[in-house]
C-alpha cells in the first residue's frame, strides 16, 4: 500500500493512527486508519470554501476551466494508481476501477469545453425598445456527498462542473472509501500548484459518517448539496436541505430492469445482462436488478443465463481473469441473506446466492451472483438490495412487462431488448419506462458522461454529469435592458398617468 500512496502523493504516515478504520473488502484488512474531522474542523472548511468562492465567482470561466484541464493531467498521470486503489478500497474489478478514473477525465474533459459554453438564452421582449435575456452565475460553496460503491467518479462529475460554474466544493465521502477521497484531493492539490494564483479552500474532503453529512445539508452556505446513496439518505438529507430553502440533487437507489421481447437478439441480451447484473458484484445504483422476459423464450433463455453465471469468476478483484469480486462488507452480506430468505418464503426459485472462497478469506465476503425466478413481484422484489440478486420474472403481452418494470419505488435506469421497432419506441415514449436512463439493446449500467445521469421517484430526481447538469450549480438572472426613452409597462398596464406604449 506505501508504494501506491506514494504515487498518489499520500502522506502514509497521516494514515495510521485515526479514529476511522479502512478495511480493504478484498480480505478483509485493515489497510489505513484516518483521522475524521471533527465538527469544529468540518466548520472550518465550509468557513474557507464559503470565502474562496468570493473570489473564485470572478474569475473568466475558461480560467476556471484550465484548473480542470491541469486536474485532467493529473488524473491522467495517476490512473492506474487510483484505480487500483479504487479496487482495493471498493472492492470492484481493477477494469472498473480503471473505467471510474476514466469517467474522471472524461468529465473534465467535458467541464473544460463547458468553460466556454455556459450560454444563456437572448428572449423576445414585447417592449419596443427592450431586450430580454438570461444569464448564469456561480451559486456558492456547494457540498457533495457520497457512497462507497463508486468512490471518486460520481464527486468529479460533481466537482468538476462545479468548480469551473465558480463553486468551491466540500465533500464527503463515504466513511467506507475515505482514502480514494484523499488521494483525489491530493491530485488536484497537485494541479493547483501548478495552475498558479487561485483562492486557498477551492476544494475541501471531510472525513466522517452520515452526522458529517447531516451537518453539510443543515449549513446555509452551502448553496447546494449534491448526494448521492440510498433512499434512506435522501429521505434524511432531502427534507433538511428543503428546510433552509437549499437546492439538492439527489442521485438515490435504483431497481432497475430489462424487457427481453420475443423478437430480441439473445446473444446480446445474455452478454448485456451478465454485465448489469453480475457487474461491480451488484453494486451499482444502475445493477440490473429484474428481469422480465417474453414466455415464448424464457425456457431458451433462463437456463442459458444460469450456465452463463456458472462460468463467472469470483476472486481478488485485482486478478485479470476474475470478473466478480467481493461484497463491501458483512452487512452487504447479511442484506443479501436476508433477501434470498424473504423471496424464498414469497415463492422464489433461488439459484446461487452462496458464500464463496470464506476458508481462504474469513473477513471478506465473496458471494455467487443469485437468479431468482418470481412468479410475481412481491415487495421484497420492489427493494434495492445492493448485492448481485437477479429477479425473473415473465410476461405474455407488452403493456404487461410496462406495468411491471414501472412497479416499483425507484425510477433510475432501464431497457428493453427487442428488434421490434414499435416496441422500442414504446419502451421510450411517455407511456413507456418511467425511469431517468431507458436503453435500447444496451443494458442499463455503465452510462458515459455525455448525457445527464438520475432518475425518478424515489432516485430522487437530480441530474448530474453531462447535457445541462451544470446547470444545477448556477444561479439563473433575468435581465431586461430598456434602451428606449420611454418606460412602457409590461402587459399593457398603466400606471397613474403613463398611456400603454
Ligand atoms: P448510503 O446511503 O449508506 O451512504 C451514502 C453517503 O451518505 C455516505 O457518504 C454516508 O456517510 C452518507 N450518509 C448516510 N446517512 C446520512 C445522513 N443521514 N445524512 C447525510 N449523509 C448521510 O449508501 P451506500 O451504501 O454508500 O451506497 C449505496 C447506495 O447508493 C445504493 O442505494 C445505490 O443505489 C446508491 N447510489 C446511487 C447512485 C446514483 O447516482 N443514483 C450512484 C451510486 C450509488
Not at 77 to 90: I, M, S
Not at 142 to 147: C, D
Not at 286 to 312: N, S
Amino acid at each position: 500500500m506505501e508504494e501506491l500512496y506514494e504515487a498518489l502523493g499520500l502522506d502514509a504516515g497521516a494514515l495510521v493512527g485515526g479514529d476511522l478504520p479502512v478495511h480493504s473488502p478484498t480480505d478483509g484488512a485493515l489497510i489505513a486508519e484516518v483521522r475524521t474531522d471533527s465538527a469544529a474542523r468540518q466548520e472550518e472548511k465550509i468557513a474557507a470554501a464559503d470565502a474562496a468562492f468570493a473570489q473564485w465567482r470572478i474569475v473568466p470561466a475558461p480560467r476556471r476551466g484550465e484548473l480542470i484541464r491541469l486536474f485532467a493531467d493529473e488524473l491522467r498521470a495517476a490512473k492506474e494508481p487510483l484505480g487500483t486503489l479504487v479496487t482495493v478500497e471498493c472492492g470492484k474489478i481493477l477494469q472498473e476501477g480503471m473505467g471510474e478514473v476514466q469517467e474522471m477525465i472524461d468529465i473534465c474533459d467535458f467541464a473544460l469545453g463547458l468553460s466556454r459554453q455556459l450560454y444563456g438564452l437572448t428572449i423576445a421582449s414585447e417592449r419596443p425598445g427592450h431586450k430580454m435575456m438570461e444569464t448564469w452565475h456561480p451559486l456558492g460553496a456547494i457540498g457533495v456527498i457520497t457512497s462507497f460503491n463508486f468512490p471518486v467518479a460520481p464527486w468529479a462529475w460533481n466537482f468538476s462542473l462545479a468548480l469551473v460554474c465558480g463553486d468551491p466544493v466540500v465533500w464527503k465521502p463515504s466513511e467506507k472509501t475515505p482514502l480514494s477521497a484523499l488521494a483525489s484531493q491530493a491530485l488536484f492539490e497537485k494541479a493547483l500548484k501548478r495552475f498558479g494564483p487561485a483562492p486557498d479552500g477551492l476544494s475541501h474532503v471531510v472525513i466522517g459518517g452520515g452526522e458529517c453529512g447531516e451537518r453539510l445539508a443543515d449549513d446555509p452556505r452551502l448553496k447546494l448539496i449534491s448526494a448521492t446513496g440510498s433512499c434512506r439518505m435522501g429521505r434524511h438529507v432531502g427534507p433538511r436541505v428543503a428546510v433552509r430553502f437549499g437546492r439538492s440533487l439527489l442521485e438515490l437507489g435504483g431497481n432497475n430492469a430489462m424487457i427481453v421481447g420475443a423478437s430480441a437478439d439473445l446473444e446480446l441480451a445474455l452478454r448485456a445482462i451478465l454485465f448489469s447484473a453480475v457487474g461491480t458484484a451488484g453494486q451499482r445504483c444502475t445493477t440490473l436488478r429484474r428481469l422480465i422476459v417474453h414466455e415464448d423464450i424464457y425456457a431458451d433463455l433462463v437456463p442459458r443465463l444460469k450456465k452463463a453465471y456458472g462460468t463467472i469468476r469470483i476472486g481478488d478483484p485485482l486478478d485479470d481473469d476474475v470478473l466478480v469480486g467481493p461484497l463491501i462488507d458483512g452487512g452487504a452480506y447479511e442484506a443479501m441473506r436476508g433477501a434470498l430468505g424473504k423471496v424464498t418464503g414469497e415463492g422464489g426459485a433461488v439459484s446461487g446466492g452462496e458464500r464463496v472462497l470464506e476458508d481462504r478469506y474469513p473477513d471478506a465476503y465473496y458471494v455467487k451472483p443469485a437468479i431468482v425466478e418470481m412468479s410475481r413481484q412481491t415487495d421484497t422484489v420492489r427493494e434495492e438490495t445492493f448485492a448481485p440478486i437477479l429477479y425473473v420474472l415473465k410476461y405474455r403481452e407488452f403493456d404487461d412487462a410496462i406495468a411491471i418494470h414501472n412497479d416499483v419505488p425507484q425510477g433510475l435506469s432501464s431497457s428493453i431488448f427487442t428488434t421490434d421497432l414499435r416496441e422500442a419506441e414504446a419502451f421510450l415514449s411517455a407511456d413507456g419506462s418511467d425511469c431517468g436512463i431507458a436503453n435500447v439493446n444496451i443494458g442499463p449500467s455503465g452510462a458515459e458522461i455525455g448525457g445527464a445521469f438520475g432518475g425518478e421517484k424515489d432516485t430522487g430526481g437530480g441530474r448530474e454529469s453531462g447535457s445541462d447538469a451544470w446547470k444545477s450549480y448556477m444561479r439563473r438572472a433575468t435581465n431586461t435592458v430598456n434602451y428606449s426613452h420611454e418606460l412602457p409597462l409590461a402587459q399593457g398596464i398603466t400606471f397613474g398617468g403613463d398611456e400603454p406604449a
